[in-house]
């Protein structure tokens, strides 16, 4: 029997890859206790180099949930648009398979399409990243997928590369229904004002330097240059490109698990598998993020509705 292979730090952690070109299980901390300094900086290291870290048996408050996301930026508000339903911590969203009714929602279930999406991206400044934590976890079904959008821009041809390096795209924030209804309240919340942004279709992380593959089927309406027809066109090829199996990760979920990704260079697909009558809750934090910029200079702005 092979095993994982493992990169041990000078400071007790230990890293172990779970795909070829993203994910790493983070083993050795306690994350309900102060990170140093020292901590905080590796752990920010494997997140740059992996695009998505997890964590197993840390049985948080959530406290010691926002502690953890302060160590690395500044918490936003749960939502752009969506109310936090915890008063005490206004940070924290909750995913729940069964807060939406009839068991769908963006918690994982079947009234909203699950799209892969980078989160918030029809705001100016989408997060740097995510935190989500596990709290109630059926006992299978209810993965959740990410995908390495740097992989998935170097992987494109020169010709396309070209292309896509001075284009820009208009993000909204889209709810697709897949069937149903969604509870009418919840619906208005979610798409608020219309809110849009226009981002480069190739971002450069601010911390590497890499480029981003920076669109995502939920969110990413049109391609500014080119004609809707065009748009639609080159989005699909692009869309299709980004989910290839060879640059995603898998990750079965326990209670107390946690996943930190960057969300500068990542997408991830929310999971439909979870059997009737099975309860998933989950919940987040967002680190905010800066003004995304491309390789032309281009920086994201607002669209007025």
Known sequence: MTTAPTTASELGLDIRPMAGHIGAEILGVDLSQPLTPELVAEIRATLLAWKVVFFRDQDLTQAQHLAFAQAFGEPTKAHPTLPSQFPDYPQILLLDNQQMGGGGGMGGGGTVESRWHTDVT?????????????????????????????????????????????????????????????????????????????????????????????????????????????????????YEHLTDAEFTVRFRWQPGSIAFWDNRSTSHLVPTDIPAGMHRSMQRITIAGDLPKGPDGFESHALDS
């Open 122 to 238: 029809f705001i100016p400044a989408p997060p740097m990243g995510s935190i989500l934590r596990g709290v109630v976890v059926p006992p299978y079904g209810g993965d959740t997928q990410w995908t390495n959008l740097v992989v998935a821009y170097d992987r494109l041809s020169e010709p396309v590369k070209a292309m896509i390096d001075g284009l820009h795209a208009v993000h909204h924030n889209a709810l697709p229904i897949k069937r149903g209804d969604l509870p009418s309240k919840l619906a208005k919340q979610f798409l608020g004002d219309g809110l849009r942004s226009v981002h480069p279709v190739v971002r450069v992380h601010p911390e590497t330097g890499e480029k981003i593959l920076f669109v995502n089927p939920n969110f990413t309406s049109h391609i500014v240059e080119l004609s809707r027809n065009e748009s639609r066109h080159l989005l699909a090829m692009l």
